[in-house]
């Protein structure tokens, strides 16, 4: 461990000490720490959730410390309707979607911190290489349904919004630290808070520091680590007006991470695994991810009337990160030039013998290990504003939103391939690459977005109608890999541009104090990629029914949806091993996604005589996703369709079921987790073996114990029964899920 990460611990540690006896405050009753953004955000609350005429699940603070969870991808098993591909085991670069939209590195899916959109290049290039540390988040807000058309451009799965730690009404802080299995070392801390200042004004700030790091639980051949090291930053100042005639607030965020991860997309053949499933192959050794963000927003809301708000938001976003990771293999010597995909070789290690002898370390032999640095630079920003109007008109009481987005944002891709030889466990570089001689490309998107939306309610029925405006340009500028420094202009460009209109409409009807219903109907729209020629856009129309009941300390929601699309689109990426060109897309044609979302929770304790809280909880998902037409692809997980094959990386049946005991000074949690059989490629039938990602179940487990009344003492276990299942086979070979891990530590709150 660095000399830094070793000061911080140490520093966290001493503060956790000092501040053990301060006085904690006391929250005022009916705050709202998320008002600033209430007017850009479907809800800002789970009680507010159950007034949407949709599916809307809201993870509070609450529900995020239960499991003290730092992978996004656990967190998630709590909502219905979620996909997840698990890929490094820790979340780094998750690959989530929503009712069968395609999970592949969240790129179906609208992503946002705070009302922002936090994807790299959400119109250029949406592929999530970057994901905000969720262990920092206060709160999750994840909308399906019609609701989706609010945030865009991608409307088909829906939207997952992260909310960061508020700016605290009163001085206060908090910190934790924890130590687990392969020497894993956590660091949280908090302080902020607001005071008053002149004309009823306060000033307030806030400054948060997240550091974590793992020496991996993967193991290569010649020991070196397979973990990562990762640190965040988050610093805020405002003033804030909260009463007098037209209250308003504004406020500066700055945020930071700095990643560098021994990861990589060189699995195991299907013998290894079973011998090994945690082995590394000494030709990965040198696969690191380096990558860094920086975001700056600026937020001003101000109350122009009690039923008339105006929220503004400012961004600018750039991430830069080179994932510099084997490639393939040249058993003829000559790098780059003829070499066999890592993905073949892992396939069918039978007819690639002399390539996998080569990435064992068996022979050794100059230009025969080919690296790729994958050097990409990102940037986007814009400016987004909310209006909110509660108002009533022809006897009927409305709420208005009008919103409108100016973005712009950018990938520029410079990579080149170097060749090495494997020996004695080290890899030496053999032959240098040219900079910028494998891909030298900048894609850009400029995007103008609106949006309308009307709530109306006639006594127990709402309906809310809305519709989004998009009207984009994307443009891909290709240089010559001969001409690093751009000189000579771009050899080719293209351009794609579209204007669409989004509409979306339902219902929540009150049959009783206890049931409602609700039904609603959306288009799903997503667009294609810069410099597509082939692919049109994606396109389907997005139907759901369901209801709510709740009667004491249970509370049930059912929702059955139904996606049809008239066009499913498939990109070709590097992590989706699609054997075809970066960046290509291709037409799924006719596809029919449909499930159901089931969630139930209970504290059972209600039956009992008795002080203590025993949450009970279960989640259910269940989805058919198959093509509709039979055609052929280059896109390697879909390959030669016939109609009725079923989509790669869908599991039919997800469940997860959780239960808690809870006292006022310690408690447990424990939660299990099922995922049935899902195939890697399109296919019906039995899944063949090396396409195969088996069912599995997957326990975690929280307890707690307050030592004081602000001090916390806290250890857990994720994959509690040191379950071995495959979690990923694309791009190149099976990779496992995490094993037992076990973390301790403490928290104090002040």
């Known amino acids: 461990m660095s000399g830094l990460k070793s000061s911080f611990l140490m ?71 979620v996909n997840i591909q698990e890929e490094d085991g820790y979340g780094l670069r998750p690959n989530i ?3 069968g939209s395609g999970s592949d590195r969240s790129s179906r899916v609208a992503l946002m911190e705070d009302g922002v959109p936090i994807s790299p290049a959400p119109y250029a290039s949406p592929s999530a290489y970057y994901f905000p540390t969720i262990a920092r988040m206060s709160a999750i807000e994840v909308t399906k349904g019609p609701a989706a058309i609010l945030y865009g451009p991608r409307t088909t799965g829906g939207a997952i919004n992260m909310f960061s730690t508020p700016v605290p009404d009163a001085p206060s802080g908090y910190g934790q630290v924890m130590f687990g299995t392969n020497d894993r070392q956590r660091a ?40 990562f090291d990762a640190d965040d930053l988050v610093l805020k100042l405002g003033a804030y007006k ?29 013998d290894d695994f079973r011998a090994d499933p945690y082995r590394r192959y000494d030709a990965s050794t040198d696969d ?48 780059a030039s003829g070499d066999v995909s890592i993905s073949s ?30 050097r990409r630079a990102y940037y986007s920003e814009g ?165 709510r009941y709740s009667r004491g300390e249970f509370e049930l929601e059912a929702i059955a949806y139904f996606n049809d699309y008239s066009n499913l689109l498939g990109t070709c990426t590097a992590s989706s091993g699609g054997g075809c060109t970066v960046g290509d897309q291709f037409n799924g044609g006719e596809v029919d996604v449909q499930g159901l979302e089931l969630t139930a929770s209970w504290d059972a304790a209600a039956v009992l005589d008795t002080d203590l809280s025993i949450p009970v909880s279960l989640v259910y998902t269940l989805t058919d996703a198959e093509f509709q037409t039979s055609f052929e692809s280059d896109y390697e997980p879909w390959g030669d369709v016939a109609a009725g094959d079923e989509l790669p990386y869908i599991a039919d049946q997800q469940l997860t079921l959780s239960a808690g005991l809870e006292t006022d000074r310690w408690g447990a949690s424990l939660s299990g987790n099922y995922v049935s059989d899902a195939r890697a490629r399109a296919g019906q039938g039995s899944i063949p073996e090396r396409e195969l990602i088996e069912a599995r179940w997957v326990a975690d487990m929280a307890v707690w114990v307050d030592l004081a009344d602000r001090i916390r003492l806290r250890a857990k276990a994720e994959n509690l029964f040191d379950e071995v299942y495959v979690a990923s086979i694309d791009p190149a070979g099976l990779r496992p899920g995490k094993p037992f891990e076990f973390l301790m530590g403490v928290e104090v709150s002040f």
Do not use: C
């Open 97 to 99: 979607g929503l009712r």
């Open 11 to 81: 520093a966290s540690a001493a503060v956790l000490a000092l501040s053990a006896g301060a006085e904690a405050p006391e929250a005022a009753e009916g705050d709202d720490p998320y008002r600033l953004l209430s007017t850009v955000v479907v809800t800002g609350s789970s009680e507010a959730a159950l007034e949407v005429a949709g599916s809307v699940s809201f993870l509070t603070d609450a529900d995020l410390s239960v499991q003290a969870q730092s992978d996004v991808l656990r967190i998630l098993r709590a909502v219905p309707g």
């Open 242 to 270: 909260a009463d007098g005639p037209m209250p308003q607030s504004v406020e500066l965020k700055y945020q930071t991470r700095e990643e560098t991860s021994n990861e990589t997309y060189f699995g195991l053949t299907l």
């Open 288 to 335: 690191v991810f380096n990558g860094e963000n920086e975001l700056f927003q600026l937020t001003h809301r101000i109350d122009l009337t009690p039923d008339l708000s105006l929220t503004t938001i400012a961004y600018h976003h750039d991430f830069a990160r080179n994932w510099y990771k084997l490639q393939g293999i040249n058993a003829d010597g000559t790098g």
């Open 345 to 374: 070789v892992l396939t069918d290690p039978v007819t690639y013998a002399a390539e996998y002898d080569l990435a064992v370390g068996i022979v050794s032999l100059d230009d025969s290990i080919v690296y790729r640095a994958n």
């Open 383 to 547: 400016v987004q504003s909310v209006l909110n109007w509660k108002t009533a008109f022809g006897g009927v009481d409305h709420e208005l939103t009008i919103g409108a987005r100016v973005h712009q944002d950018e990938e520029d891709r410079f990579q080149e391939e170097d060749a090495y030889r494997l020996e004695g466990g080290q890899l030496i570089l053999t032959t240098a690459g040219a900079a910028g001689s494998q891909a030298n490309r900048i894609s850009s998107g400029e995007a103008l977005a609106l949006f309308v939306q009307d709530k109306f309610t006639i006594g127990r029925l709402s309906v809310t109608g809305g519709a989004r405006f998009e009207d984009y340009e994307l443009t891909r500028e290709d240089y010559a890999t001969s001409d690093p420094t751009r000189a000579a202009g771009p050899t080719q460009v293209r351009e794609l541009s579209d204007t669409v209109v989004v509409p979306g409409l339902s219902a929540l009807y009150e049959i009783s104090g206890t049931t409602t219903l609700l039904a609603g109907v959306h288009r799903g729209f997503a667009i294609a990629s810069p410099g597509t020629t082939n692919a049109d856009v994606e396109e389907s129309v997005n139907w759901e029914f369901g209801g």
């Open 188 to 227: 949280h801390l908090w302080l902020g808070g607001k005071t008053d200042a002149a004309a009823g004004w306060q000033l307030g700030g806030l400054v948060e520091v997240f550091t974590d790091e793992t020496d991996g639980f993967k193991r290569l051949d010649n020991g070196r680590p397979t973990g």
